[in-house]
């Protein structure tokens, strides 16, 4: 091996939107990684400035086509704190539904089409489908149901129009919603199927010492509610997290780099929320779990594909609860008046915890705005597990080794396009 080498890939597949990333040597021990997010920014605080609060459910939306939801429920939990607004019970229950159906949609697209094939020896989700065309379409069916669920709720399955600040727009009656019994039995047994199926690869050994971060609700598996928590010690409102958590930018990403003030990188997500809540899942997942072995503490991103896989389970048994006892609301919304004040919501995207802030006027218009995705809080930790898995993985070829590194990648199943809403931008004149 040459005393100094570099690994790169210009352009990474299989994640949503465009990056790169770059690993340098020095003899046997990393130099510099560098994940490079270079997908324009967009700006999206920039837009909600001076709209109406009512519009921010749709405007946000836009950030993300596969997990439009996270960015609608955290937009109305911090709206609503500030407008004093108190849902319906059934409601709240329909936004949790909502939230299952776009875990179950963006869940089965990454473990079947996007981080599968890292494990099975595939450039891609169609090669695999030649020789596993049975489990793609598990998959694919999966993903449908999902979409189907998003669409019957919010009116379309990509960027829904029918989440609002208190409430919906419109519910659907009971007999709307029984007949996605079948499908959602269906999919709880294809997600099982899931398990079963992930639970045979092979991940390399690859323990890591994270600080996990998610929400906690005292009796649910959290979507939409609880205080933000850690494994060493965090326990905040979500009221707190500008108190706790900071935003940087760095040279090579369009992106901003989230850190912990005290402690540095941290990781959201999967992992996270399945180590901090697992006692909160139904008794059939957490049996599911240790029928093959997957019982908390996870350290190992690579098994990151066998949660994400127990999460495709408990959404669909979670919907199935709600649509079995659901009786529609006696009004689908609370109506809110405009007021000025602050307020802050998060909640669980599928790629990890999602903070909102909005400062609103008196009129109702958005003073100022700040988003916070999972991607961008996560790159830290990206890089610091290219680093560790780099050096471990020195001596290999550096096709395993571009291999190696572009899976550890996917394990956090990035959504770049979610992560460069902002810019920070200094302009100096002369």
Not at 123 to 134: C, I, S, T
Request: proline residues 6%; neutral net charge.
């Amino acid at each position: 091996m040459s005393a100094r080498r570099t690994i790169k890939v210009d352009t990474m597949a299989r994640v949503e939107g465009e990056g790169a990333f770059q690993v340098r040597f020095a003899g046997k021990r990393v130099s510099q990684v560098r994940l490079k997010i270079f997908e324009p920014p967009r700006f999206f605080e920039a837009f909600l400035r001076g709209r109406d609060f009512e519009e921010v459910p749709d405007i946000v939306a836009r950030i993300c086509g596969i997990c439009p939801i996270a960015y609608q429920m955290s937009a109305v939990h911090a709206l609503e704190q500030i407008l004093a607004v108190q849902i319906d019970p059934a409601v709240r229950e329909l936004r949790r539904l909502i939230y299952c159906g776009e875990w179950i949609e963006s869940h089965a697209l990454h473990v079947y089409l996007l981080h599968a094939p890292d494990f099975l020896g595939y450039p891609d989700g169609l090669a695999m489908a030649r020789d596993h065309a049975e489990e793609v379409q598990k998959g694919l069916e999966l993903k449908k149901i999902g979409n189907q669920l998003v669409a019957l709720l919010g009116g379309r399955e990509i960027h829904p129009i029918s989440v609002c600040v208190g409430g919906f727009y419109r519910v659907p009656s009971r007999a709307e919603l029984e007949p996605m019994l079948e499908p959602l039995r269906r999919a709880r047994q294809l997600a099982i199927d899931t398990v079963e199926w992930v639970s045979t690869f092979r991940a390399p050994f690859f323990e890591q010492d994270y600080e996990f971060v998610a929400l906690a609700h005292p009796h649910e598996y959290p979507f939409n509610e609880g205080r933000l928590v850690s494994n060493r010690g965090l326990d905040i409102a979500v009221g707190d997290y500008e108190q706790h958590f900071v935003e940087q930018q760095v040279a090579h990403s369009t992106a901003l780099h989230s850190r912990l003030r005290a402690r540095g990188s941290y990781l959201v997500g999967p992992l996270a929320r399945y180590n901090l809540n697992f006692d909160r899942l139904p008794r059939s997942v957490q049996e599911l779990a240790r029928a093959h072995r997957l019982e908390p503490p996870i350290r190992n991103p690579f098994l990151s594909i066998a949660v994400r896989a127990l999460e495709l389970v408990f959404a669909c048994e979670e919907a199935l609860r709600i649509v079995e006892r659901y009786h529609p609301p006696a009004q689908p919304r609370v109506q809110a008046k405009p007021r000025a004040g602050v307020g802050h919501g998060c909640s669980e995207a599928p790629r990890g915890s999602l903070y909102h802030r909005y400062e609103i006027d008196d009129a109702g218009l958005i003073v100022s705005a700040r988003i916070v995705p999972p991607t961008s809080q996560n790159q830290k930790r990206i890089e610091e597990d290219l680093r560790e898995l780099a050096e471990m993985l020195v001596d290999e070829s550096a096709e395993e080794l571009t291999l190696r590194c572009e899976q550890a990648i996917r394990n956090y199943d990035p959504c770049i396009s979610c992560s460069t809403h902002f810019l920070k931008v200094t302009v100096e004149r002369t």
